[in-house]
């Protein structure tokens, strides 16, 4: 049950009125309208306490905010994303200076140049090309919130290491790696252009770790259930959830694979799935049963009519393609509603091969399912497939002796 709002105290108080209205007319769900409300009334009180008003709402500042607040215990239900629908909503009634994106005109002229340099002359994955341009982004911002010069040209290995530990300190080694790995790309890109006088990129160090030193973690068939249970079958987003995460743990489809599906890539009548994976590739899977049934439910129950081809649509109206991101989430609210620990659309994708490999499928075949670009990738499922290792174990063994 949802309760009624509390009063807001502090200097967001005179717009609080205005933000469910405002919240509604955009098409958020009441309980999305209900939380976002109480991230608002404590943001409000933290910015009293902090003896701040609303003209000092910086990024910075929002940052604070929600450092503050993961201190206090709050984990990661507060985030900077989750402050974008009030924050929009503070920048169209008041005097907010936070930017839709808080970059300086000479930033967003240097990061629209690096985008073109990685789609033309790299020729990378859109999904890559707009995860190292918000990392660039934020290296950018870092400097200038540091008090550093907008002049690139003036970069210091000071400032790179600084970010480096910056980054080290919040993210998880693979994201650690992936931030880094950006980094060193713009450091490149402004060597290779004259911004700067010397590659800066050398100077970041690797993130130790070995690639294959994990063992993937699939799910087993209790946990799946409880994921696909938690999904309200009688209600479209129900009907939507399940039938992703039906693709997601039987075809091992990526999120972003999950979220370009056409109405036209599928072919009822061949049993077959078009697949627009990573790099522009376009291939072509066989669909079963169980996942065509989850499809055929939510188009002729739970989609909404509307001229998009996008067979997934986002929750909120008006109806749209679903995002990249929406389809992240999916699961992982799945998980809060089951009870479980988070799973994440990965989790999904390693119990695709693993459950494949204990139906007696090879490597080779978990690869081509997968749609890996090489057989090193799918190598590391050789460390799941526990009958084929005992049987490697005892011919060494008994070769030993």
């Not at 992703?244 to 990526?254: E, N």
Request: hydrophobic residues 45%.
């Amino acid at each position: 049950m949802i309760r009624g709002p509390r009063r807001v105290v502090g200097p967001l108080a005179p717009y609080a009125a205005g933000l469910r209205p405002a919240l509604s007319a955009s098409g958020y769900a009441p309980t999305t309208i209900h939380r976002q409300y109480g991230v608002f009334r404590q943001l409000s009180g933290w910015l009293s306490a902090e003896g701040l008003g609303t003209a000092q709402l910086t990024e910075a500042v929002a940052v604070s905010f929600v450092q503050a607040r993961r201190r206090a215990g709050y984990g990661a239900v507060i985030s900077i994303a989750g402050l974008t629908p009030l924050l929009r909503y503070l920048r169209r009634v008041s005097s907010v200076p936070l930017a839709p994106a808080s970059t300086t005109d000479h930033e967003v002229g240097t990061l629209a140049a690096y985008r073109r340099y990685l789609e033309q002359e790299r020729g990378l994955a859109p999904l890559t090309v707009t995860s190292n341009v918000l990392i660039a982004g934020r290296f950018l911002r870092t400097r200038r919130l540091g008090g550093a010069s907008e002049d690139l040209t003036k970069i210091t290995v000071g400032e790179v290491h600084a970010f480096v530990l910056a980054e080290a300190n919040r993210l998880s080694i693979g994201a650690t790696r992936a931030s880094l790995g950006a980094t060193r790309s713009l450091l490149r890109y402004l060597f290779a252009i004259g911004t700067l006088s010397r590659d800066l990129s050398v100077t970041i160090p690797r993130i130790a770790g070995a690639r294959l030193g994990t063992l993937p973690r699939g799910l087993d068939a209790a946990t799946v259930g409880a994921l696909l249970g938690s999904c309200d079958r009688h209600g479209n987003v129900g009907r939507r959830d399940f039938a992703i995460m039906t693709l997601q743990v039987r075809l091992g489809l990526r999120a972003h694979e999950v979220a370009a599906m056409l109405l036209e890539d599928i072919d009822w009548r061949a049993g077959e799935l078009t697949v627009r994976g990573k790099g522009g590739r376009i291939e072509g899977l066989p669909l079963p049963a169980d996942v065509g049934e989850a499809l055929v439910d939510y188009l002729q129950h739970g989609r909404a009519v509307t001229g998009t081809r996008a067979v997934f649509l986002r929750a909120a109206a008006p109806p749209a393609p679903i995002s990249r991101n929406a389809v992240v989430m999916v699961s992982r609210t799945a998980s809060r509603r089951a009870g479980i620990e988070v799973v994440g659309t990965h989790r999904l994708r390693h119990t695709a091969a693993t459950d494949m490999l204990q139906a007696g499928a090879t490597l080779r075949e978990v690869g081509q399912v997968l749609r890996h670009s090489g057989d090193a990738t799918t190598a590391i499922y050789a460390k799941v497939d526990q009958g084929s290792l005992q049987r490697v174990a005892r011919a060494w063994a008994e070769t030993a002796r």
